[in-house]
């Protein structure tokens, strides 16, 4: 069986491993996160959504996903 | 009434002039139905993470349709200049937003913008082609830089924001009136629906509220009021009142007195 590896990246602010390799796109369809309603930083960059497929997460990179919510 | 009567701002036609914060409400359906009696038609909104955790948490977007309601993305709770800018950056990612809302907040207790860092994010904002409506002082001359930074639309603080205080300072409201041709939008501070209609009849575009329709005991019904008040305020400030007299002037003729 081939063994997959492990990485540790944070989300939001949370530690999380996830599979090593994994595209952002990968990520964000996992987590079931509605891509149009969103958006995601990494390691401080702004991505542009229609460049998730070509990204590949590395171990400790930080993600930011927001989104609106209620405000004043 | 005319129905030409639009507030205008960067170029976009609004026939409402009441604008409303989506934060403080019990949820989201009496946040959307607190809008939808309200007739605004835009509304602020922020910037937050998603919770990866809890998915069925509902979301603003499920409630309050951005393509029928225009959605002014807010930098709330932004003290520095550089949370501000991420902040609205990432805003426009979302969806393409460019007409924002700016406010960088300077002292947690007041709550009062910090200009200093609310003109150098106008400034830069202004030159990456967002549409920014800014939140500061009651300052004459502030607004003015504002303007001169490429601002879409001041927006003076009536008071501390959630204070209910209503408009403290009415002269420079009007001194900020008579100095641009900016959309000026009261923001923050507001009570009641009387204190609306004093924005619009200072000459104000419009009012933007959250607090006082959110956290009234009846929402629904402060909805329907500050709707009115804001369309009372402004057609009495168009109709050009009366002026002030210490003395009495009789609203029947003398003539045929029996």
Request: hydrophobic content about 40%.
């Amino acid at each position: 069986m081939k063994k997959v590896n492990k990485i540790k990246i944070k989300i939001n602010g949370k530690y999380i491993k996830i599979q090593d390799k994994i595209t952002l796109l990968n990520l964000i369809k996992k987590l079931k996160v509605p891509l149009k309603k969103v958006a995601i930083e990494l390691n401080q960059s702004i991505i542009n959504k229609n460049s998730l497929s070509k990204i590949k997460i590395k171990q400790n990179d930080k993600i930011e996903i927001v989104h609106f919510i209620g405000g004043g | 009434m005319t129905n030409i009567d639009n507030l205008i701002i960067a170029k976009k036609k609004f026939k409402s002039r009441l604008i409303v914060g989506t934060g403080k409400y019990k949820n989201m359906r009496e946040c959307a139905k607190s809008v939808k009696l309200s007739g605004a038609e835009i509304v602020t909104v922020a910037v937050r993470r998603v919770n990866i955790i809890d998915k069925k948490k509902p979301l603003l977007m499920d409630y309050i349709d951005p393509k029928k309601i225009t959605y002014l993305p807010n930098t709330a709770g932004c003290f520095t200049s550089e949370e501000a800018l991420r902040t609205l950056r990432l805003a426009r990612e979302i969806g393409g937003w460019k007409l924002v809302k700016l406010e960088v907040l300077g002292d947690k207790k007041t709550l009062f913008p910090d200009m200093i860092e609310t003109l150098k994010s106008t400034e830069v904002l202004s030159k990456e082609g967002f549409k920014v409506m800014v939140y500061c002082t009651d300052d004459p001359l502030m607004a003015k830089r504002l303007e001169n930074c490429g601002a879409s639309a001041i927006m003076p603080l009536a008071a501390p924001i959630g204070s209910g205080l209503g408009i403290q300072n009415q002269t420079n409201i009007k001194i900020i009136r008579s100095q641009t041709n900016l959309p000026l939008i009261i923001d923050a501070g507001l009570g009641q629906a009387s204190d609306a209609t004093v924005a619009m009849e200072l000459g104000c575009d419009g009012v933007l509220v959250n607090t006082a329709i959110a956290k009234a005991k009846d929402p629904f019904k402060m909805a329907v009021a500050m709707k009115f008040a804001v369309l009372a305020g402004r057609q009495s400030y168009l109709s050009g009142r009366i002026n002030k007299s210490i003395y009495g002037s009789a609203s029947s003729p003398e003539k045929g007195r029996i």
